[in-house]
């Protein structure tokens, strides 16, 4: 893989950034075991993302989106960073380094990746449904399973919810400013993401317009692909790592 002539010359793009923005998506969590979104296994029961990660479906059963979430969160509890969260981690002791995720799983912070600008929340935050005054904004609960579904408000007796963004919902404006922030560098990556949920698939268009070269890793064509300065087709564990290599060997000194 590493005589690929595409490959290496991503690999040099890469060595001389100064500024390195990666987006990541479920793609890069998909060889730690958790599940993707679309594509295969991306049913839960017969249900689809869209028809549970939306405020309306939690108004109509709170029960129903809270079962999917306690299943996705007991999978993830059991899963460990792969190779390419590793990678990611290391790149980011880098200057000029941000990781924009729109995962939820919490596998960048675990493999240590710093800073990681969670576009679309966490799994593992949850918050009063109704904004109850005596609750915090949001919270940390890990436990798994969760004994009670929905589970109540301690502080309203109501019910929480999942403290991560659904179709239809805002991202949080100052999560939304640093990766917007993130578009202006020289090279912006996109891995394992299907680059079909906005504004996430814009990024690397504005960093595009903005004059990034703008790459992907994806194991299929993306509606992304075209758009690209480069398009890698490829199991983003496996070119990553390949990728950290060759970079290595491009900076090494000369013995
Ligand atoms: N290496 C590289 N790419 C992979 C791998 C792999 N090992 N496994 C899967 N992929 C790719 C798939 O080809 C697909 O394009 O990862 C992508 C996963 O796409 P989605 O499941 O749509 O995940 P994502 O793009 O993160 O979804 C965006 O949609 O449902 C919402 O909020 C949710 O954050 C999520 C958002």
């Known amino acids: 893989m590493e005589s690929d002539p595409q490959l290496r010359a991503l690999a040099a793009r890469l060595a001389a950034a100064g500024r390195l923005s990666v987006l990541t998506g479920a793609g890069v969590s998909a060889a730690s075991g958790v599940p993707t979104f679309r594509g295969e296994g991306g049913l839960w029961r017969t249900f689809r993302a869209e028809d549970l990660a939306t405020p309306e479906a939690f108004a109509r059963n709170p029960r129903l989106v809270w079962e999917w979430y306690d299943w996705r969160r007991q999978i993830v509890a059991a899963c460990a960073p792969n190779a390419a969260h590793q990678v990611l981690a290391r790149w980011g002791r880098r200057p000029g380094f941000t990781l924009v995720t ?31 005054a005596g609750s915090p904004p949001s919270w940390t609960d890990r436990t798994v399973p969760l004994p009670v579904l929905p589970p109540p408000c301690p502080h309203c007796g109501g019910i929480v919810r999942p403290n991560v963004v659904w179709f ?9 400013a640093r990766a917007l922030a993130a578009t202006s560098c020289d ?4 891995v394992g ?12 268009h504005e960093a595009s317009r903005q004059g990034a070269f703008t790459a992907e890793i994806n ?15 490829g199991k ?10 060759l970079m290595e060997a491009a900076t090494a000194p000369e013995p």
Request: charged share 25%; aromatic share 8%; glycine share 6%.
């Open 236 to 245: 983003v564990e496996e070119v990553l790592v390949a990728l950290d290599r």
């Open 168 to 176: 239809g919902e805002t991202i949080d404006p100052r999560v939304f």
């Open 219 to 233: 194991i299929e064509r993306t509606p992304a692909s075209d758009a690209l300065d480069l398009a890698l087709q």
């Open 102 to 132: 729109q995962n939820v799983d919490g596998l960048h912070e675990l493999a240590g990746s710093p800073d990681v600008a969670r576009f679309h929340g966490s799994i593992w935050e949850v918050r009063c449904r109704d904004w109850c």
């Open 187 to 190: 090279v912006f990556l996109t």
């Open 193 to 204: 993401t299907s680059a079909l949920v906005y504004p996430a698939a814009g990024l690397v």
